[in-house]
């Protein structure tokens, strides 16, 4: 879920907010063992740093 | 999508192409999409299937059709009227999630504060979908 709300934060223009549900994505799916969700994760993490 | 009326019945997206095999079938797709986004009733879908002999369990049969057509936009219009209030049950998150990550491909932003309302309080909780429509979520 928190990956879904970086993403609706995201496309808010919210990208701090966006940045910190996707730390909470990014452990989840560390903790779920999910590579290619951590891919995603990852993916977004950059796009959202960019915009920074 | 691209729907093809004359000759065989198709429905193309992308490069994937597929046809309405028999002329029941292809009248249901015709239906849905010559009336969308009208969903069709069950009595009007079973007369559609099977215009003389409906099947002894057709009830069921007919529960495995598509009730209606609409693009994700239509969909999303049509849920943010009632604010996405899915029903209270078990099934409450994975939609609401699921309409969630729609917005988002979908670019609608002006539905964005609404859902981040609702799902916050869930941020903690996992939920995956799978390819056939059903899924599962956990968490606290």
Redesign the interface.
């Known amino acids: 879920?928190?990956y879904?709300?970086g993403?609706?934060?995201?496309?808010?223009g919210e990208t701090d907010r966006a940045a910190g549900?996707m730390t909470?994505a990014a452990a989840?799916a560390t903790a779920?063992r999910a590579p290619l969700f951590a891919q995603r994760v990852a993916k977004t993490q950059l796009a959202l740093s960019d915009q920074r | 999508v691209r729907f093809e009326f004359l000759g065989q019945v198709t429905i193309t997206a992308g490069i994937r192409r597929v046809g309405a095999h028999g002329e029941q079938p292809a009248l249901v797709v015709a239906r849905l999409v010559l009336d969308r986004p009208s969903p069709l009733p069950r009595e009007e879908l079973a007369d559609l299937l099977w215009p003389t002999n409906r099947p002894v369990r057709w009830e069921g049969r007919a529960r495995r059709r598509p009730a209606c057509i609409v693009t994700p936009d239509e969909a999303i219009t049509s849920l943010a009227a009632s604010r996405f209030a899915f029903p209270p049950n078990s099934n409450w998150?994975l939609a609401t999630?699921t309409v969630?990550?729609a917005?988002?491909l979908t670019?609608r932003?002006e539905h964005?504060?609404v859902?981040?309302a609702l799902?916050?309080p869930?941020?903690?909780?996992?939920?995956a979908l799978n390819c056939f429509g059903s899924g599962a979520y956990w968490g606290r």
């Open positions: 879920v928190s879904t709300l993403r609706l934060a995201a496309l808010l549900f909470d989840a779920f | 998150l999630a969630g990550d917005v988002v670019g932003r964005a504060p859902l981040l799902l916050e869930y941020a903690d909780r996992e939920v």
